[in-house]
């Protein structure tokens, strides 16, 4: 089993529609979490970090389930602009400052 | 501030030959990780550095690569004998790893190097 898992997709989604993604990660002791986007052909870049109680960044909300040990991604009214790879990314207890990476999934925004 | 930077951003070489990729964190971040990423897939860990700790090589590979850094500042990957399988995109990426928090975690990332062996 993966350390970081994700549905590798293409989630296939009209301009507008609210998309979600789930990871789920295998080490219970996991820290830190983090959703990063990747452009075609670019680096992958921070989107937002995922805090225990929940966090929002305009249309982005990111959830955090540590019981069940998965987080999501939700993105609401969705645009053009947001076809990328969204990567989730955690970091285990005593990693120093590694993080493990999931593979990705990939969000096309249908206009 | 400037970013992490990589050189060359492109690279095609002839199997067999040795090629040596450099990369330049963000000044302050002690912290320096080498990824690998072929088309479509996901980041592979290669290397990570922090400070002047041992690195964790656990993810190279081979002994063809290897990787140094000069204190808190420039690293190289080298990689020796290319194969056409190492035909790939290489990241670098620095984080500032000291204290908590998730400042301290963010990985930013270069533009990569493309590496094409033929």
């Known amino acids: 089993r993966k350390e970081v898992e994700q549905d590798p997709g293409p989630f296939n989604v009209p301009e507008g529609a609210t998309v979600a993604f789930n990871c789920t990660y295998s080490?219970?002791?996991?820290?830190?979490f983090f959703w990063y986007r990747q452009d075609c052909r670019k680096e992958p870049k921070l989107l937002m970090s995922?805090?225990?109680?929940?966090n929002e960044d305009g249309r982005f909300t990111a959830q955090l389930n540590r019981a069940s040990q998965y987080i999501s991604l939700l993105i609401r009214d969705s645009k053009l602009s947001d076809s990328a790879t969204y990567l989730c990314v955690v970091r285990p207890m005593d990693s120093n400052y590694q993080l493990i990476w999931g593979a990705g999934t990939k969000l096309i925004i249908k206009p | 501030g400037a970013g992490v930077s990589q050189s060359p951003s492109n690279k095609v070489t002839e199997k067999g030959k040795d090629v040596e990729l450099r990369c330049d964190p963000i000044s302050g971040h002690t912290a320096l990780y080498w990824y690998r990423q072929r088309l479509g897939q996901g980041l592979e860990f290669l290397i990570y550095?922090?400070?002047?700790?041992?690195?964790?090589k656990s993810g190279l590979p081979s002994d063809r690569f290897s990787a140094e850094r000069t204190g808190e500042s420039v690293s190289t990957l080298t990689i020796q004998r290319t194969q056409q399988e190492d035909s790939a995109v290489y990241l670098c990426?620095?984080?500032?790893?000291?204290?908590?928090?998730?400042?301290?975690?963010?990985?930013?990332f270069g533009p990569g190097t493309r590496l094409t062996v033929l």
């Open positions: 550095f922090q400070g002047n700790s041992a690195p964790d």
């Open positions: 995922v805090y225990s109680s929940g």
């Open positions: 990426a620095s984080s500032l790893g000291l204290g908590g928090g998730a400042i301290a975690y963010e990985q930013f």
């Open positions: 080490n219970s002791a996991s820290q830190s």
